[in-house]
């Protein structure tokens, strides 16, 4: 059998070193390193040239695409995080208006109100059930005219709260018995003065007079 040359051998070596050649080409490869020291020098540094580069490449793409997904979880904890704190934010916002926004006038029940005169000052109290969240008072020539309301906050939280606490009537001071002589309660429209002004009769006819000065007055 003819002997293979160095050339030829040379243009194996590729194929060879990638193991992309035939058992047979293998073999003849490989007797041909064995006896041919300037071939087998070129293989071995082939081989240092074509394997340890593809590892090489291979633990920088690993590297780069760790880097990546470690960026990736960074920044998907980051957005996380914010809807997390901005979900929580609208939430407390939206339950603080659905507690707090909503009000209602507290109708007026004989037993829940008084009417009482301290130190020369006409005062009402209220006893009922459930807080009041604001008051509205309106100041005619001599007559005064208020109403109470109350939200969920006050009317359903306030009371669970204030749980086994000595409850303090509500207390609202109008004026000196001498500038008052009568005092209603109902809902009114509301606005500054000096749209109410004048209509006294019209909102006595829409509350419930609650007090009188003659009831306390000789």
């Given at each position: 059998?003819?002997?293979?040359?160095c050339?030829?051998?040379?243009?194996?070596?590729?194929?060879?070193?990638?193991?992309?050649?035939?058992?047979?080409?293998?073999?003849?490869?490989?007797?041909?390193?064995?006896?041919?020291?300037?071939?087998?020098?070129?293989?071995?540094?082939?081989?240092k040239?074509?394997?340890?580069?593809?590892?090489?490449?291979?633990?920088?793409?690993?590297?780069s695409?760790?880097?990546?997904?470690?960026?990736?979880?960074?920044?998907?904890?980051?957005?996380?995080?914010?809807?997390?704190?901005?979900?929580?934010?609208?939430v407390?916002?939206?339950?603080?208006?659905?507690?707090?926004?909503?009000?209602?006038?507290?109708?007026?029940?004989?037993?829940?109100?008084?009417?009482?005169?301290?130190d020369g000052?006409?005062?009402?109290?209220?006893?009922?059930?459930?807080?009041?969240?604001?008051?509205?008072?309106?100041?005619?020539?001599?007559?005064?005219?208020?109403y109470?309301?109350?939200?969920?906050?006050?009317?359903?939280?306030?009371?669970?709260?204030?749980?086994?606490?000595?409850?303090?009537?509500?207390?609202?001071q109008?004026d000196?018995?001498?500038?008052i002589?009568k005092?209603?309660?109902?809902?009114?429209?509301?606005?500054?003065?000096?749209?109410?002004?004048?209509?006294e009769?019209?909102?006595?006819?829409?509350?419930?007079?609650?007090?009188?000065?003659?009831?306390?007055?000789?």
């Amino acid at each position: 059998m003819n002997k293979i040359n160095c050339n030829v051998i040379g243009d194996l070596l590729p194929l060879y070193v990638d193991g992309a050649v035939s058992e047979d080409t293998k073999k003849l490869v490989e007797e041909h390193l064995a006896e041919c020291a300037e071939c087998k020098k070129a293989a071995e540094d082939m081989e240092k040239e074509l394997v340890l580069p593809v590892h090489e490449t291979v633990a920088a793409a690993e590297s780069s695409f760790l880097q990546k997904m470690k960026k990736t979880w960074a920044k998907r904890k980051i957005r996380t995080a914010v809807i997390s704190v901005v979900g929580t934010a609208v939430v407390i916002l939206g339950s603080y208006m659905a507690l707090t926004f909503p009000q209602w006038i507290i109708p007026y029940e004989s037993e829940d109100f008084s009417v009482a005169v301290e130190d020369g000052l006409v005062c009402v109290y209220y006893t009922g059930e459930g807080g009041i969240n604001c008051s509205y008072g309106y100041d005619g020539e001599d007559e005064f005219f208020l109403y109470f309301t109350r939200n969920p906050w006050s009317a359903y939280v306030e009371p669970l709260l204030e749980r086994g606490e000595q409850k303090e009537p509500y207390r609202y001071q109008i004026d000196s018995v001498e500038r008052i002589s009568k005092v209603y309660y109902g809902e009114f429209s509301k606005g500054i003065d000096v749209l109410l002004y004048g209509k006294e009769a019209e909102m006595a006819a829409q509350t419930e007079l609650i007090w009188t000065r003659d009831e306390v007055m000789p």
